[in-house]
């Protein structure tokens, strides 16, 4: 069973594109139906999330607390070492973690947990070595189809629709 669920930002939960204004404000565009399942995973079924990014933005923190994500670290360099220490905290096996990621930085956490996701148009060596790659690129539903994924390999995917 799957207990912690970890997301990567840039082309996972975005659409990889980072845009700037006249004035240096960043701009990110997130998926609503993502958002969704994400807040269903977190608020009624009550499971753990995780943020964990190479790069640092204030919107994702804005965004992280929408959703109700567990944790939130960014400018992170080693991710599967943090993800790790999270899961000790938890007293969670890599094994009961799923993770998605698009980029050669989430490689070494990808291989560590129990399920691996890369989205449609992650980097093939991404997607070489995850355990399943979505029909859905980064940003236009890839996490939506992975929580989905994952409440219908535990049998649970009516949780998620019983709710409406």
């Known amino acids: ?18 845009i700037y204004d006249e004035t240096g404000n960043e701009t990110k565009s997130f998926n609503v139906k993502d958002g969704l399942a994400i807040a269903v995973w977190t608020k009624i ?9 190479g790069r640092i933005s204030k919107i994702v923190q804005k965004r992280a607390k929408e959703l109700n994500i567990t944790y939130t670290h960014q400018g992170v360099k080693d991710k599967l070492k943090l993800l790790q220490e999270i899961c000790a905290t938890e007293n969670i096996k890599l094994d009961e973690v799923a993770a998605i ?4 930085n989430d490689l070494s956490m990808l291989k560590a947990v129990g399920i691996s996701y890369a989205p449609k148009d ?12 979505t029909k859905k690129s980064g940003g ?4 939506r ?3 989905e994924h994952i409440l219908k390999q535990e049998n649970s995917f009516h949780k998620f629709i019983d709710i409406w």
């Open 140 to 143: 236009d539903g890839a996490v």
């Open 45 to 53: 079924l009550n499971k753990k999330c995780a943020i964990i990014t």
């Open 122 to 133: 992650a980097a093939k060596q991404i997607k070489k070595i995850a355990t399943k790659t």
């Open 1 to 18: 069973m799957i207990k912690l669920i970890v997301l990567d930002v840039d082309g996972t939960m975005t659409n990889g594109q980072i």
């Open 145 to 147: 189809e992975m929580i």
């Open 101 to 104: 990621g698009d980029d050669l």
